[in-house]
């Protein structure tokens, strides 16, 4: 795991092979979940692919200068990899960033798009659209400290507040005050009451098309897209449209998406990554995992849609769900797992 040492040359340029990409990292980004993309989570989407740009989950301001755990721990296979952090203070974004460009991340992203309560009251999340001076002064207090890329994360609007003149004022402003050069925008908007934040991510409807105007209109900004993307042949559409796609739950319950990646929006030479082999080796990550004190359980969550439509889907999952909250689950739980899962596509090619 990445410890606390002073390095402070971004890797985004690069993939994790060292070889510089053909295509940018934010090309295509597995989005920021909170309580989805942690450790365990992004070093198995790194198995699946090489050259996805991976976010954390967001980690507020308030956690890193003031909380006792390490909340900017990462494994170095993770490169390329951007930090998300909640707050609206500048100065203590800044100090947040300055921290995180130390520890080696490759981007630093401003949430401004979780509509939850709880961000709410801290003043930071979708609420924020509200006031782009503020996002701006924010933005441009990180750009002052780091020279690694400054980005945010927002929606189409909020509440009323929902107009394409108020989506282009926002990004106006925090373009030119703030300096921020990449958008990631989720292509609805969002209530800051009335929803729940996994309603605020399925009942409001989604404008792709006004996510492509804005890359129309701001042709010298970077423009990511999100929001309701689940295959390769979704990723391409937008790409003809705006500069990157971002992938959030799909990727969650449907992983192997991911070994499509590299090949489909990077490098027609790039390996597929095979399923088994891929777990194979998380297994290896596994015991490490299990040394330092995470639960078996824990790990297992971002595997449980790994062989999704594949014989053996089922077995794999209950198995998991059955075995891995047990105490003292390790290793061979996933083995025994993996084996029903290798048996069941024996059985298919028999009866075939």
């Not at 908007?189 to 209109?217: F, I």
């Not at 014989?311 to 047990?326: D, N, V």
Request: glycine share 6%.
């Amino acid at each position: 795991m990445h410890d606390n040492k002073d390095t402070t040359k971004p890797h985004e340029n690069r993939s994790i092979s060292g070889v510089a990409p053909k295509h940018p990292p934010h090309r295509f980004s597995v989005a920021p979940m909170l309580d989805r993309t942690d450790l365990h989570c992004r070093y198995f989407h790194r198995l699946l692919t090489k050259q996805t740009l991976l976010y954390t989950e967001m980690v507020t301001t308030s956690a890193i200068i003031h909380g006792k755990a390490d909340y900017l721990a990462y494994h170095e296979q993770e490169h390329p990899l951007a930090l998300q952090l909640g707050g609206c203070c500048p100065r203590s974004l800044a100090q947040c960033a300055a921290l995180a460009q130390q520890r080696g991340y490759d981007e630093i992203n401003l949430n401004v798009g979780c509509p939850s309560d709880r961000v709410q009251n801290g003043r930071f999340g979708a609420c924020l659209m509200a006031d782009a001076a503020l996002v701006a002064d924010g933005i441009k207090a990180m750009r002052d400290r780091v020279s690694i890329p400054v980005t945010v994360k927002t929606r189409l609007g909020i509440d009323d507040q929902d107009s394409y003149p108020f989506l282009c004022e926002f990004v106006q402003t925090v373009a030119q005050r703030g300096g921020c050069n990449r958008f990631i925008i989720h292509a609805r908007k969002a209530w800051l009451s009335g929803l729940s934040p996994k309603e605020n991510r399925e009942v409001p409807p989604l404008d792709y098309e006004r996510v492509w105007q804005l890359k129309k209109d701001f042709p010298e900004l970077t423009v990511v897209i999100n929001g309701g993307i689940n295959t390769m042949a979704d990723a391409r559409l937008h790409l003809e449209q705006v500069d990157g796609v971002m992938m959030g739950r799909a990727a969650w319950q449907n992983p192997a998406v991911l070994a499509q990646v590299d090949r489909e929006l990077f490098d027609a030479q790039a390996e597929v990554a095979d399923r088994i082999t891929v777990m194979e080796s998380f297994c290896r990550y596994i015991d490490t995992a299990l040394a330092a004190g995470a639960s078996l359980g824990q790990i297992m969550r971002p595997v449980l849609g790994l062989f999704s439509g594949l014989p053996g889907a089922r077995q794999w999952r209950r198995y998991l769900s059955e075995q891995a909250h047990k105490p003292g689950a390790g290793v061979a739980v996933v083995e025994q797992a993996l084996l029903r899962v290798i048996q069941a596509a024996e059985e298919k090619e028999e009866k075939n």
